[in-house]
Nanobody
Framework: QVQLVESGGGLVQAGGSLRLSCAPS????????TAWFRQAPGKERDFVAS????????YYADSVKGRFTISRDNAKNTVYLQMDNLRPEDTAVYYC?????????????????WGQGTQVTVSS
C-alpha cells in the first residue's frame, strides 16, 4: 500500500505562486505515473496534470496549461506542482494520485493511490 502525502498548500493572492509536493510514506514511487487533481467546494474533482514515471512525459488540463508545471525528482522520491499566476478559480483542495501502470494521456485514468489533499486558496 502506498500512502501519499501532499504539502505546500496555503493562502496566496491572485497572480502569486505556490509549489505543491507529493511524496509517498514508506516506499518509493519512481515507477508510478503520478497526477494532481483538484476539487473546489460543491464541484467534482477535476484532473490538473500528470507525469510519467521517468518524468519525460506530461499532460495538462487546458485550464492550467502555461501556468502550472508538473515535475518529479525521483532521487528525492517527490512529485511537484509549480503553480504560477494563480487565479481565484484555482482555489480548491489539491490531491496527488499515483498508479503503477504505463504512461498514457488521459484525464480519467483510474489511479490506485490517493493522498488526503492540501488546501490552496487564492484571494482576489
Amino acid at each position: 500500500q502506498v500512502q501519499l502525502v501532499e504539502s505546500g498548500g496555503g493562502l496566496v493572492q491572485a497572480g502569486g505562486s505556490l509549489r505543491l509536493s507529493c511524496a509517498p510514506s514508506g516506499r518509493t514511487f519512481r515507477t508510478y505515473v503520478t497526477a494532481w487533481f483538484r476539487q473546489a467546494p460543491g464541484k467534482e474533482r477535476d484532473f490538473v496534470a500528470s507525469i510519467s514515471s521517468s518524468g519525460g512525459n506530461t499532460y495538462y488540463a487546458d485550464s492550467v496549461k502555461g501556468r502550472f508545471t508538473i515535475s518529479r525528482d525521483n532521487a528525492k522520491n517527490t512529485v511537484y506542482l509549480q503553480m504560477d499566476n494563480l487565479r481565484p478559480e484555482d482555489t480548491a483542495v489539491y490531491y496527488c494520485a499515483a498508479d503503477r501502470g504505463g504512461w498514457y494521456v488521459s484525464k480519467n485514468r483510474d489511479y490506485d493511490y490517493w493522498g488526503q489533499g492540501t488546501q490552496v486558496t487564492v484571494s482576489s
